[in-house]
Every structure is written in C-alpha cells, then in structure tokens.
T-cell receptor, first 112, second 113 residues
Framework: QKEVEQNSGPLSVPEGAIASLNCTYS??????FFWYRQYSGKSPELIMSIYSNGDKEDGRFTAQLNKASQYVSLLIRDSQPSDSATYLC????????????FGAGTRLAVHP | KAGVTQTPRYLIKTRGQQVTLSCSPISGHRSVSWYQQTPGQGLQFLFEYFSETQRNKGNFPGRFSGRQFSNSRSEMNVSTLELGDSALYLC????????????FGPGTRLLVL
C-alpha cells in the first residue's frame, strides 16, 4: 500500500463546475496536510494547508480533512481552464519534521 | 520577500561525473529540504537541513549528500552520476519548526547522458 494515494486522472470537468480531488494516507500519526498545484515543467505551488479535522476555505478552494477516515480532499469551485494542472497531495511523516510524502498527483483538465 | 532560488536551472552531465546544486531559502527560513521528481517515482524526499544539521533523510544511496551553511543556503551533491539520476531536483524552504508549509524553488533539471 502506498503511503499517500491519489487517483491519477485525468479528471475532466467543464468550465464553471466543481472539481473534487481526493487523497488517502496510511499513517494515522500524520499531522499536516497540503495540496500543491504543479503546472507542466514548473515546480509545485502551495494551494492549501490543513491541520485539523473539518473544512478550510480560501477563495474558490476548500480543503477537507477527516483524520478518522485518513482522507483529505480539495474542492475547486467555478473551475477555470487555468486550473488545469496536476494536483499533489502531501502529508508530513510523523516524527519527520518537514519530510513531505507526496501522492502521485491527479491531473485536472478544465475544458471550456 | 524574495522566493526560493535554485542554481543552476538546467544541467547536462555524463555518467560517472558529479554535480552540485545550490538552493537559497526565503529570507528568515532556516529549514531547507530537497526532493527528487521523476516521471516514474514522482516526488521523493531526499533530506532536510536545519541550522546546518541534517535533520532527516530519505531512502537514497550515499551518492546523494548535502550540506547547509550558516546563512541557511544549502547545497546537494550527487557523485558518480547514473542515468537514473536524471530528474527535476527541487528544494523547499520553511521556517524550521516542523510540519509546516514548505515553499518550493523553481528546481534544477538534471540530464545525465
């Protein structure tokens, strides 16, 4: 079992729709959870961080964390073609200070 | 604040050579982490430095090493390059308390021929 799992996609949504990206992790001791966006040929860019159960909203983005189910999600409302990218879920390893464990990423394609 | 900078941005080496990559973190950040990204393995953690000490290490061979200077700038070195070392090498900086947001630099793309 991989430590952080994501559907590789591509996830295709029409412009203006809600895109839902999901991630599960295996280590119950994980404390910090992040969503990064990566455009082709570029480095990862932070979208959201979340540390406690529940929802966290920032503009069109909402991150949801459920530690009991070991599940993190990212919702993108009013999706735009510029949101087309690979979305990486990352989790800090317990006791690992800043060691991030990444999922393989989900490719999102927003079509006009 | 200026972001994370990495040099060089692109590098071509041949098998058996060694390479040194440099990373300057965001001003005030004391932690620098290094990651390797390849199409097959994705993003993998190499090591983290904090206050000039290696605080954490990933599962990479000893050919991969690093160091951090007193101004928090960091270098990573790969000796005896192999074809499989071709990758995007990313460094990320953070304040250093742990389990915190990391900000990535633009990366160094290494091609080993």
């Amino acid at each position: 079992q991989k430590e952080v799992e994501q559907n590789s996609g591509p996830l295709s949504v029409p412009e203006g729709a809600i895109a839902s990206l999901n991630c599960t992790y295996s280590d119950r001791g994980s404390q910090s959870f992040f969503w990064y966006r990566q455009y082709s040929g570029k480095s990862p860019e932070l979208i959201m961080s979340i540390y406690s159960n529940g929802d966290k909203e920032d503009g069109r983005f909402t991150a949801q964390l459920n530690k009991a189910s070991q599940y993190v999600s990212l919702l993108i409302r009013d999706s735009q073609p510029s949101d087309s990218a690979t979305y990486l879920c990352a989790v800090t390893a317990p006791g690992g200070y800043n060691k991030l464990i990444f999922g393989a990423g989900t490719r999102l394609a927003v079509h006009p | 604040k200026a972001g994370v900078t990495q040099t060089p941005r692109y590098l071509i080496k041949t098998r058996g050579q060694q390479v040194t990559l440099s990373c300057s973190p965001i001003s005030g950040h004391r932690s620098v982490s290094w990651y390797q990204q390849t199409p097959g393995q994705g993003l993998q953690f190499l090591f983290e430095y904090f206050s000039e000490t290696q605080r954490n290490k990933g599962n990479f061979p000893g050919r991969f090493s690093g160091r951090q200077f007193s101004n928090s700038r960091s270098e990573m070195n790969v000796s005896t390059l192999e074809l499989g070392d071709s990758a995007l090498y990313l460094c990320a900086s953070s304040p250093g308390t742990g389990h915190e947001t990391q900000y990535f630099g633009p990366g160094t793309r290494l091609l080993v021929l």
